[in-house]
């Protein structure tokens, strides 16, 4: 199974690109981890935010393989805990689908995003900044990886 983490964002502090590229690199072969940076509109103090948003759409939308699991990070979907991300992790490979993971700029995701999405999910009731969303989603993977196969790194 590959899983896509499809983001509205580049650029990103070496801290993030090591913290994400060490957890993707643990995953093993039949879940690879892969990143795929779309640009963020533009904005600006006359810009039009709205613009911007279905501008990220339209390549989020576009970055989407036909087929995949869709999974929209979201601020109003469900809470998971490890184990369940878990679960979640075995269903998906069980389903034999691929896993897209659209995480959006900062005024969040596009609605036809949202709309396409075969799950919500929340990280946190917190507003977390972007790129450490990428270095937390990479590493939760990687840890709900280890639960499955009995590893002790979830302890």
């Known amino acids: 199974m590959k899983v896509r983490l499809i983001a509205i964002g580049g650029k990103m502090p070496r801290w993030v690109t090591d913290g994400y590229s060490e957890y993707a690199k643990r995953l093993p072969q039949e879940m690879q981890l892969e990143l795929v ?22 390549q989020m939308l576009a970055a989407i393989p036909k087929g995949d699991r ?9 809470n998971w805990s490890t184990e369940h991300l878990a679960d979640q992790l075995e269903t998906w490979r069980m389903d034999g689908r691929n896993v897209s993971l659209l995480v959006g700029g900062p005024d969040g995701l596009d609605s036809r995003c949202v709309a396409l999405a075969d799950q919500k999910w929340s990280l946190s009731a917190l507003t977390l900044p972007h790129p450490l969303v990428r270095v937390l989603l990479a590493e939760q993977l990687y840890r709900a990886w280890t639960v499955i196969q009995g590893h002790p790194y979830h302890k």
Do not use: Q
């Open 37 to 58: 940076e779309l640009p963020l509109g533009h904005r600006g103090k006359n810009s039009d935010l709205a613009r911007a948003k279905k501008l990220e759409g339209d």
């Open 70 to 78: 869709v999974i929209a990070l979201e601020v109003g979907g469900k």
